[in-house]
């Protein structure tokens, strides 16, 4: 199954992308929140993206769909498990940063969620019950780099290091600089998860 990419564009198109790698050029879906990120990009420069593999029996032709960051791909998986919510209708939906609609899903903002593009009443309640509580960490994905090699693990601290950095997105810099706002605000945090959900609520309160 493929789940990376990186190549040279070939064709760019409104929704989708054919990305020529290894001799092989692969059309791939491209969702409104990556598109922004790539508008800048021309035919014949380079790309990498993560990759989401969609194939069933009712679908049997592949579609791949691509993301800038592993944590974007993450929360598709998460968001396409809603009732009612296939990779399709998801490309479609996902019109605003995947930090703003997991904060719009851990404060159970409806209207927000309604704003997305296919998304009703009826649904943004399904999103509701399916992925609240789950998705507070995608909330802390920073949108405008990409993701950077994180530090080795060494404690606690570092595991988070590790996730903010590398799955969300973070320079080293600025994530050392969020845990240690968030150490500040609770000097009893002793886990990783502790950590991780202190540093989610200063950035939500921020």
Same mark, same amino acid.
């Given at each position: 199954?493929?789940? %990376?990419?990186?190549?040279?564009?070939?064709?760019?198109?409104?929704?989708?992308?054919l990305l020529?790698?290894?001799?092989v050029?692969?059309?791939?879906?491209?969702?409104?929140?990556?598109? /922004?990120?790539?508008?800048? =990009?021309?035919?014949?420069?380079? $790309?990498? +993206?993560?990759? %989401?593999?969609?194939?069933?029996?009712?679908?049997?032709k592949?579609? +791949?769909?691509?993301?800038? *960051?592993?944590a974007? #791909?993450?929360?598709?998986?998460?968001?396409?498990?809603?009732?009612?919510?296939?990779?399709? /209708?998801?490309?479609?939906s $996902?019109?605003?940063p995947?930090?703003?609609?997991? !904060?719009?899903?851990?404060?159970?903002?409806?209207?927000?969620?309604? #704003? *997305?593009k296919?998304?009703?009443? !009826?649904?943004a309640?399904?999103?509701?019950?399916?992925?609240?509580? /789950?998705?507070? /960490?995608?909330?802390?994905?920073?949108?405008?780099?990409?993701?950077?090699?994180?530090?080795? *693990?060494?404690?606690?601290?570092?595991?988070?290091?590790?996730?903010?950095?590398?799955?969300?997105?973070? =320079?080293? =810099?600025?994530?050392?600089?969020?845990?240690?706002?968030? +150490?500040?605000?609770?000097?009893?945090?002793?886990?990783?998860?502790? $950590?991780f959900?202190?540093?989610?609520?200063?950035?939500?309160?921020?």
């Amino acid at each position: 199954m493929i789940g %990376y990419l990186e190549g040279k564009i070939l064709k760019k198109e409104n929704d989708r992308i054919l990305l020529l790698t290894n001799h092989v050029g692969y059309e791939i879906l491209i969702p409104a929140i990556v598109r /922004k990120s790539i508008d800048s =990009k021309q035919v014949g420069d380079q $790309l990498a +993206l993560y990759i %989401y593999y969609h194939q069933t029996e009712r679908q049997p032709k592949p579609t +791949l769909i691509g993301f800038n *960051l592993e944590a974007e #791909r993450e929360f598709f998986r998460h968001f396409i498990s809603v009732e009612d919510i296939g990779p399709m /209708k998801a490309v479609q939906s $996902l019109t605003v940063p995947v930090r703003e609609i997991a !904060r719009a899903i851990e404060a159970r903002d409806v209207a927000y969620l309604k #704003r *997305l593009k296919g998304i009703g009443n !009826r649904t943004a309640q399904k999103i509701l019950a399916t992925l609240e509580g /789950k998705v507070a /960490k995608f909330a802390l994905i920073h949108e405008a780099e990409k993701p950077c090699e994180p530090p080795p *693990l060494e404690d606690f601290k570092e595991q988070v290091l590790d996730v903010l950095v590398k799955q969300l997105g973070h =320079k080293v =810099k600025e994530a050392r600089k969020m845990i240690a706002a968030a +150490l500040k605000r609770n000097a009893d945090i002793t886990t990783a998860e502790e $950590l991780f959900e202190e540093v989610y609520r200063g950035e939500v309160a921020s």
